[in-house]
């Protein structure tokens, strides 16, 4: 390996946090067996049936995983994805201990509203259970905490998954920024949105609780200002704003009569100024992030390409990132390595450490809204 080639492989591994080599070809002697719990969230149709959000493919069809049981109450919502995706009756379950008992998952899988996440966790980490679950991992910070010690107590493994831990363009960008390509950051805008859960068809049950403030917060600020959060969490090595300044409008009051769907955050940090834009109202969907440093930028146009110009360059250039290599490629293979200390989970995305971070922002950004004022950090515990 040549020395440079040493040098960008340390880089990755500071951005990501792990602590030892992992490669593709590596996996545990056994699938990891994994159950659901809740089929009420729309992305457990990615991970049944393979897609954007679960890049190495559906849980029914690998070799690494096997689904072992499901969790939902409503049997009607149970049957309709059972027919869908031909799933055997003998899967579901009625309670998380029901689950347990009889089949033995290592992991749980959350598909549930956010509001159910801290009694989601106190009962896997009182049965010895790790938990990924579709983001954010919390409403409010005093949640958030309660699920860090539920998780120390029962010696789990908590993990978050966005979409948007999976993209290389997303990796690239970071890689350049810690290889010092970019300079020092100064400033970053992340966007992320599409024009509302309702145009684009999302199933009436996820619609149901996403626009209900009591399960899901307030609307596009949960649902789509915690990726910004999440992404500067990892970028700043964990390091969290100094204030949270939040606007929020509802701008189509006649279709979102609870939550708003429209929000502005900054982030102000010691040395970094941070836009978070999340909408239900853009033309099209997008999830991207501009970063700054002080001798270049680099600008992620999608999942895998971006614009990058340093300031000694007449123009930018399009580049592509690199194929991520596992477990960093997918949100199933990085569970099963952290499960198994193959990796640690550092300040990565995923990982409960910084999420607790990504709650407080999420936090301080709903009072600041709802005070019309800056929020100043820490809050209070």
Request: proline residues 6%; aromatic residues 8%.
């Amino acid at each position: 390996m040549s020395e440079m080639k040493r040098i960008l492989a340390f880089f990755f591994c500071l951005i990501i946090g792990c602590t030892s080599s992992y490669s593709a070809t590596t996996s545990p002697a056994a699938p990891l067996r994994v159950g659901i719990i809740g089929l009420s969230h729309d992305h457990i149709g990615s991970f049944l049936s393979g897609g954007v959000l679960v890049p190495a493919g559906s849980i029914l069809n690998r070799a690494d995983v096997q689904l072992v049981g499901i969790v939902e109450p409503d049997e009607k919502l149970f049957n309709l994805y059972a027919q869908r995706f031909h799933i055997l009756p003998s899967l579901h379950y009625l309670t998380i201990q029901e689950m347990v008992s009889h089949a033995h998952p290592q992991a749980a899988l959350v598909f549930t509203p956010p509001s159910e996440h801290r009694r989601v966790v106190e009962t896997c980490a009182a049965l010895g259970v790790h938990v990924l679950m579709e983001k954010p991992l919390a409403l409010t910070y005093a949640d958030a905490l309660a699920i860090q010690r539920a998780a120390f107590k029962g010696h789990i493994h908590v993990l978050v998954d966005y979409e948007t831990s999976w993209y290389p363009s997303n990796t690239e960008a970071i890689s350049l920024l810690k290889q010092g390509e970019l300079g020092d950051i100064v400033k970053a805008v992340v966007r992320d949105g599409h024009s509302g859960p309702k145009a684009i068809g999302v199933s009436p049950t996820f619609l149901s609780w996403l626009t209900d403030p009591k399960q899901d917060g307030d609307g596009a600020l949960t649902d789509f200002g915690c990726y910004g959060p999440d992404l500067m969490t990892w970028i700043m090595n964990g390091e969290a704003p100094q204030s949270v300044t939040a606007v929020t409008k509802r701008m189509q009051p006649e279709v979102y009569s609870n939550v708003d769907d429209e929000a502005e955050i900054i982030l102000n940090y010691r040395n970094a100024v941070v836009i978070v834009q999340a909408s239900w109202n853009w033309p099209v969907s997008m999830k991207q992030m501009d970063m700054y440093g002080r001798t270049g930028y680099a600008k992620t146009i999608d999942s895998s390409r971006l614009e990058v110009r340093r300031a000694n360059e007449p123009d930018a250039k399009i580049t592509v990132g690199q194929p991520l290599e596992a477990p960093y490629d997918d949100p199933l293979h990085y569970l099963s390595a952290v499960i198994n200390g193959e990796i640690q989970e550092g300040n990565s995305m995923s990982s409960l450490k910084t999420n607790i971070t990504v709650t407080e922002i999420l936090d301080a950004a709903w009072q600041s809204a709802q005070k019309e004022k800056t929020i100043d950090f820490p809050l209070a515990r």
